[in-house]
T-cell receptor, first 113, second 114 residues
Framework: AQKITQTQPGMFVQEKEAVTLDCTYD???????LFWYKQPSSGEMIFLIY??????QNATEGRYSLNFQKARKSANLVISASQLGDSAMYFC??????????FGTGTRLTIIP | NAGVTQTPKFQVLKTGQSMTLQCAQD?????MYWYRQDPGMGLRLIYY???????DKGEVPNGYNVSRLNKREFSLRLESAAPSQTSVYFC?????????????FGPGTRLTVL
């Protein structure tokens, strides 16, 4: 079975600071993909970043980077220089060889001006 | 390209009524998914379809049925709605992996069962 765990239900961060959102995963499949999505209050799911299990480098997309530690089965999202518009729910997700896609319970991030 | 479309956007049902949520994608994706999201919670997988003609149960399949009508369309049916099925329903699609490319989500259907 595959599982995603996000242990931070909510976080408050000062504007312009960096923030790390935690995600650990569990799967016995050697091939998998890890994703982060942002869900603002409007409700849509916005794709942020992807990391493949065989990728050698940590993924980066603008202010987002994924700190992938395969041995520890963690895939933390790092947002540099946070902005007010970053306030949202953030979900970590994993996809494996059977195409099943599993989400964590999410972290609500609030950026304080 | 419309991406992933879902109909309806909102629906109110009475307990025991049935309805079908429609989902279509125009990106030639193999895999399609149905999720429900309850207030303050993550997305829970109801059913998914790795390719046309196949469907598999997710975490919370009870009370739902699905049909992968063709490569484009994946519908979710509630045969006898219950208040516990009040939720926001998301459809998603993606190319088959690896690599496991991003999933594209529809705008969601907000369902209330009275």
């Amino acid at each position: 079975a595959q599982k995603i765990t996000q242990t931070q239900p909510g976080m408050f961060v000062q504007e312009k600071e960096a923030v790390t959102l935690d995600c650990t995963y569990d799967t016995s499949d050697p091939s998998y993909g890890l994703f982060w999505y942002k869900q603002p209050s409007s409700g849509e799911m916005i794709f942020l970043i992807y990391q493949g299990s065989y990728d050698q480098q940590n993924a980066t997309e603008g202010r987002y980077s994924l700190n992938f530690q395969k041995a520890r089965k963690s895939a933390n999202l790092v947002i540099s220089a946070s902005q007010l518009g970053d306030s949202a729910m953030y979900f970590c997700a994993m996809r494996t060889g059977n195409e099943k896609l599993t989400f964590g319970t999410g972290t609500r991030l609030t950026i304080i001006p | 390209n419309a991406g992933v479309t879902q109909t309806p956007k909102f629906q109110v049902l009475k307990t025991g009524q049935s309805m079908t949520l429609q989902c279509a994608q125009d990106m030639n994706h193999n895999s399609m998914y149905w999720y429900r999201q309850d207030p303050g919670m993550g997305l829970r997988l109801i059913y998914y379809s790795a390719s046309e003609g196949t469907t598999d149960k997710g975490e919370v399949p009870n009370g739902y049925n699905v049909s992968r009508l063709n490569k484009r369309e994946f519908s979710l049916r509630l045969e006898s709605a219950a208040p516990s099925q009040t939720s926001v329903y998301f459809c998603a699609s993606s190319l088959a992996g690896p690599p496991y490319n991003e999933q594209f989500f529809g705008p969601g259907t907000r369902l209330t069962v009275l």
